[in-house]
């Protein structure tokens, strides 16, 4: 029985075999057969995770609510943040404009209104000096968004130079580098703020007295100064690690076998690696500047007067706490907002980008 | 001499000592290659073999300069390298493969801009479309598909990521290329074949390889020459064939000894030299012979002075006092 079906032969007419089958395959038929998935690069990976995380995504709207808010806002609203509304020039002041309670209007505007005038409501009434309470908050919300992005923006310029120098060179370089970073460390922080504040009021009001910097007033530019001073360790101390790690891979030394200066290796394989750490660790940055601005307006060392941060606003409203109260927690509330969306978003950047959690 | 009789790389008595910590404003030497000279001629395969910690991955970064010599030459093509010229002028012809290959690979860069990477450090290519053209024929090299150009490293597979670093070290036309374990951290189906394509390479661009390897079967596969090192001297230098069947080294003996067979019954039979203890720190290596506190034939003499490399038959060199009582 095996030997005959070794032996015997095939009769191939009992097969019924179309030749269509075994004609080359068309140019068409190829195309389809090569499903190529579109190349994904890393940031679009991680914009594809961003989006997933809710939470993450809520908090950046929130973000950018308040900061278009802020911006635009002040341009259209009918009232100015520094203007005392009982205050008309050649007229008696009007105390009646002082410490309006939200939604309540002051006795000129309801003879106004009775009148059949349109006047525009105080949502969160007025201070004590007549000014509207709504667009004092929204403008220290521009002051403080502005101070937190711009001191971060600071601390990542000298975080990133002093890291990457330390990192790269080693040695003698990186040792001298952070041993300052471990002296700025162990010094105690909100003592040198509050020392280096006091100290550049003094010294730089009278210095910018007069320059387009008066108008910022001395005591954010030490806002500034402090940062650029006090802060950017952290940011050094991290970029530095990255650098150090990146600098032993194989693919620098692969660079440095063909002949590649440090120029290139930092420009091409050190910082686009540790580009969304950066990215990360500045985001979470900001939310610190606002707080720390915040804590110092608070205290009286932050912006100059009238101009109005969340941090001094808060701390005018302590004044009149108990009557009115809602003057303290309106402000503190855009702080936790900002503060708490900012560091949402900080944590969901970094789920996302963050190399060594998804590999 | 002419180009033909000359070597095309020379080291000699290349030293590359590392200095460690070992307690405040005290550093020690480790001396991970010590006193090392080989020759390795135009078109041959040098493999260099040893266990881990020996010393063959420095030997093979220092012969490139990406650690600067302690001590010693290395001579390309009849000109020492001494000036940072004449180091640009040694790049260009040199290159290296590397063994991991993922963290060989820059997981930032397409896979394009990774092969063209030796191309734009030395601006050899002005004109886009020539770079282009030059990096779709390197994948075709090293067989990738010309459609992987744009994609990333981390799509693709061990073997894959290793054939892109293939066509990388290939770029500039080098001469001459180390291969540091370039087949180790692949599986044995996939090592056959890029073994198979550094075999096609050398035939087709008269490349030279310094080889390095751990697996003793792949070098004896690949090498013309197999160099033996232990603790960063070299013990061992020989035709392939004469160092896999007549190892003089007691090093090496044990060295080949230990390598599977892949038939039983001659497995069996063969016997396995074992040795006792562990490779000795290199930071404080042993007297004289390196290799006397493992060694089963060790004597006074070998823990006096250094065995000199010498010529024993006819280019095959032995490290080693005793050599010929042993083998005698």
């Known amino acids: 029985m095996e030997n005959k079906i070794l032996t015997g032969h095939v009769d191939l007419s009992q097969f019924h075999v179309d030749p269509i089958d075994f004609a080359p395959a068309s140019e068409e038929d190829k195309a389809y057969m090569v499903q190529m998935r579109p190349s994904s690069t890393f940031f679009k990976d991680g914009c594809k995770r961003l989006y997933k995380n809710k939470v993450a995504f809520v908090s950046l709207i929130v973000i950018i609510l308040i900061t278009l808010s802020s911006i635009v806002l002040p341009l259209v609203w009918p009232y100015d943040y520094a203007k005392q509304l009982g205050n008309q020039p050649g007229r008696p002041v009007d105390s009646s404009f002082n410490n309006l309670r939200p939604m309540e209007y002051a006795a000129s505007e309801r003879k106004r209104i009775e009148a059949g005038e349109s006047v525009f409501p105080h949502i969160f009434g007025t201070d004590s000096a007549g000014r509207d309470y709504f667009i004092r908050v929204v403008y220290g919300t521009r002051i403080s968004l502005a101070v937190g992005f711009f001191a971060s923006i600071i601390v990542l310029v000298i975080g990133m130079t002093l890291g990457s120098i330390a990192g790269f060179s080693g040695g003698k370089v990186d040792m001298f580098i952070m041993r300052i970073v471990d002296i700025i460390y162990s010094l105690p922080d909100m003592l040198m703020v509050i020392l280096l504040a006091s100290v550049m009021r003094e010294t730089l009001g009278p210095a910018i007295d007069g320059t387009v910097l008066a108008k910022i007033g001395s005591n954010i530019i030490s806002l500034f100064v402090i940062f650029a001073l006090l802060y950017w360790c952290s940011m050094a101390r991290l970029i530095r690690g990255q650098i150090l790690s990146l600098r032993e891979q194989e693919y620098v030394l692969a660079s440095q076998a063909t002949g590649a200066g440090p120029g290139w290796i930092i420009k091409k394989h050190l910082i686009p690696n540790c580009i969304s750490v950066i990215i990360i660790s500045t985001a979470l940055q900001i939310p610190s500047a606002i707080f720390t601005e915040s804590f110092l307006s608070f205290l009286g060392l932050g912006v100059n007067a009238p101009m109005p941060s969340l941090g001094s606003l808060a701390s005018d409203a302590l004044n009149g706490v108990t009557s009115y109260g809602y003057r303290l927690v309106i402000p503190a509330i855009v702080i936790s907002l900002i503060v708490l969306s900012l560091n949402l978003f900080g944590d969901g950047l970094r789920d996302a980008f963050d190399p060594k959690l998804n590999q | ?328």
């Open chain 2, 1 to 328: 001499m002419s180009t033909e009789e000359r070597p095309l790389v020379e080291v000699k008595h290349l030293k590359e000592y590392f200095p460690i910590n070992t307690g405040w404003f005290k550093t020690t030497p480790l001396k991970a290659v010590d006193d090392v000279s080989f020759i390795i001629n135009r078109g041959e395969t040098l493999g260099l073999v040893g266990e881990s910690g020996c010393g063959k991955t420095t030997v093979g970064r220092t012969i490139l300069h990406l650690y600067q010599p302690t001590d010693g030459e290395v001579i390309y093509d009849g000109k020492p390298i001494k000036t940072k010229e004449d180091l640009t002028e040694f790049r260009k012809k040199s290159t290296m493969v590397f063994q991991d290959p993922y963290s060989s690979l820059n997981p930032r860069m397409t896979v394009s801009d990774i092969i063209a990477e030796p191309l734009d450090v030395h601006k050899m290519y002005t004109d886009p479309k020539a770079r282009e053209q030059r990096i779709l024929e390197l994948m075709d090299h090293v067989g990738l598909n010309s459609e992987h150009a744009s994609r990333y490293a981390h799509e693709f597979s061990g073997g894959q990521r290793q054939r892109i670093g293939i066509a990388r070290a290939l770029a500039i036309n080098p001469e001459f290329i180390v291969c540091d374990e370039p087949v180790s951290a692949l599986d044995v189906s996939i090592q056959a074949q890029v073994i198979n394509m550094f075999d096609e390479l050398q035939d087709q661009l008269g490349l030279t390889y310094l080889f390095i390897a751990h697996d003793l079967l792949v070098v004896r596969h690949i090498s013309d020459r197999i160099a033996v090192m232990y603790l960063g001297k070299m013990v061992e230098l020989a035709d392939a064939e004469e160092a896999y069947n007549h190892p003089l080294h007691p090093y090496s003996k044990s060295l080949i000894s230990a390598v599977p067979i892949p038939d039983p019954k001659i497995a069996r039979s063969s016997k396995r030299i074992a040795l006792q203890g562990d490779i000795p720190s290199p930071l404080n290596a042993p007297s004289g012979c390196p290799f006397r506190t493992r060694c089963p034939y060790a004597t006074d003499v070998c823990a006096e002075s250094m065995p000199p490399f010498e010529e024993v038959e006819k280019g095959h060199f032995v490290a080693c006092h005793r050599v010929r009582e042993i083998n005698g």
